[in-house]
């Protein structure tokens, strides 16, 4: 492995566009055994904004750090749950890059990514021992609910304690989830309405990004990948749109 070999995270299931790349290195971080470093990390926290600007941005991260394709290792990819409309976007640009640079993908939950980078921001040493992280993981799901699940991160496997799923949007039901749970994790609007003692994962300031890309990289280092056609989104949700007809009618009675 050459010192400019990197690995590629992107993760947009919060709403927000994560980007980070790292490499292997002492006197980074570490998650699960591997040292690391990040050589670029950016948020585009506009909606709206981010198809256009994801590749700009991701490509000026790569000149100023001395990056080209040929220096990647693989693509890491946070493939849901999440919004539908944002996994796609993450997919797609990471098939795309995949393809055009001839790398392997790690497609990762975003559960997973919510507790790598937990144990890639805290103490190094918390993360360090074989025995993985082991964290609740809960996300806002928009229409009442929350999509949540119950993990072991482990340097080559995820250990499922409660598979992803979908809660109520109330206090007593993620309280209930989360009750013998050594981490707590969560995005903002749920730490805001129902969590407030949950760890905050996912916001602009504690980026998936870092998370994504640094799992990815343990995971590409214990053989764990994927072909590009393999980054498919994930959909807990049985139905993730609704038709001309069930919008009008929500519409109907909303008025």
């Known amino acids: 492995m050459r010192d400019s070999d990197f690995v590629l995270g992107l993760s947009t299931s919060s709403g927000a566009a994560h980007v980070a790349a790292v490499q292997a290195g002492s006197g980074g971080a570490l998650l699960l055994g591997t040292a690391f470093k990040v050589l670029f990390e950016f948020s585009i926290t506009e909606y709206r904004s981010q198809s256009a600007e994801l590749l700009p941005r991701l490509g000026q ?7 080209t394709g040929a220096n990647c290792l693989a693509i890491a990819v946070d493939i849901g749950p ?5 996994l796609r976007t993450a997919c797609g640009v990471a098939q795309g890059l995949a393809t055009a640079w001839q790398v392997p993908c790690v497609p990762l939950s975003s559960f997973e990514c919510m507790a790598a980078t937990f144990a ?11 025995e ?5 993981c809960l996300m806002d799901a928009r229409l ?19 598979q992803p799923g979908l809660l109520p949007y109330s206090s007593a039901a ?8 050594t981490n707590t994790l ?4 749920i730490r ?5 003692q949950a760890l905050a994962v996912g916001t602009s300031d504690v980026s998936l990004g870092l998370g994504t890309a640094a799992l990815g990289h343990v995971r590409f280092s214990h053989g764990v990948v994927a072909t590009p056609l393999d980054c498919q989104p994930l959909y807990v949700r049985e139905k993730v749109a609704q038709t001309t007809q069930e919008r009008r009618a929500a519409r109907d009675v909303n008025l």
């Open 132 to 136: 993985g992280v082991e964290a609740a």
């Open 174 to 181: 993620l309280h209930e989830f989360t009750r013998e749970a």
């Open 186 to 189: 969560a995005d903002a609007p």
């Open 61 to 67: 991260g790569m000149v100023q750090a001395g990056l």
């Open 192 to 196: 805001a309405d129902l969590l407030p």
């Open 120 to 130: 890639a921001r805290k103490d190094p040493d918390a993360s360090k021992g074989g």
């Open 144 to 162: 009442q609910e929350v999509y949540a699940a119950q993990l072991v991160l482990q340097a080559d496997r995820t250990l499922w304690i409660k």
């Open 82 to 86: 999440g919004g539908f409309t944002s």
